[in-house]
């Protein structure tokens, strides 16, 4: 299986919240991202938590970590247009080592 | 502040042609990286640069890809010659150091017929 797993689609109604999960194999991933990359843009980091955190809240973002299950989630609140975009779960290990991204979640937001 | 600038955005080219794409990374970045992003998939790294030296080169079809950073400022990497499988976004992106936060640049859309 992949390294890092998403699910490709999600759509949700302007206003409700988003909830895009990703699941990872490697017990080592000591930092783990998400990114978001819309059309013609550069890929853009959102967020990110440490491997010794359950859960982080920025805004309207909450991110939620299971190490254990090693299993991500990314939940943004009152979804809005701009918010269409794909949304790439990452990690990482310790040190220098390289980002493993996942295939990415496409979110599509109806007005 | 400038983002990390990448050009040319689009190429198309036949296989068995050369390429080459350039990255200008964001001003007092030591480290530089290279990406490939084939459709459908997430960025997939290719090499990385510490200032003018290797770091990684691991995942690189040395074979026909090669990347170079002399002077430890602008990149260039290049695919000689091009398959039909080299068809992917190559993006650039750029770090104070390394294991901090990538900044990246808009990629270049490569097409190989």
Known sequence: GEDVEQSLFLSV???????????????SSTYLYWYKQEPGAGLQLLTYIFSNMDMKQDQRLTVLLNKKDKHLSLRIADTQTGDSAIYFCVRRGSGNTPLVFGKGTRLSVIA | E????????????????????????????????????????????????????????????????????????????????????????????????????????????????
């Not at chain 1, 206003?15 to 017990?27: F, H, K, R």
């Not at chain 2, 691991?58 to 398959?83: H, N």
């Open chain 1, 13 to 27: 109604r302007e206003g409700d919240s988003s909830v895009i999960n990703c699941t990872y194999t490697d017990s």
């Open chain 2, 2 to 113: 400038a983002g990390v600038a990448q050009s040319p955005r689009y190429k198309i080219i036949e296989k068995r042609q050369s390429v080459a794409f350039w990255c200008n990374p964001i001003s007092g970045h030591a480290t530089l990286y290279w990406y490939q992003q084939i459709l459908g998939q997430g960025p997939k790294l290719l090499i990385q640069f510490q200032n003018n030296g290797v770091v990684d080169d691991s995942q690189l079809p040395k074979d026909r890809f090669s990347a170079e950073r002399l002077k430890g400022v602008d990149s260039t990497l290049k695919i000689q010659p091009a398959k039909l499988e080299d068809s992917a976004v190559y993006l650039c992106a750029s770090s104070l150091g390394q294991g901090s936060e990538q900044f990246f640049g808009p990629g270049t859309r490569l097409t190989v017929l």
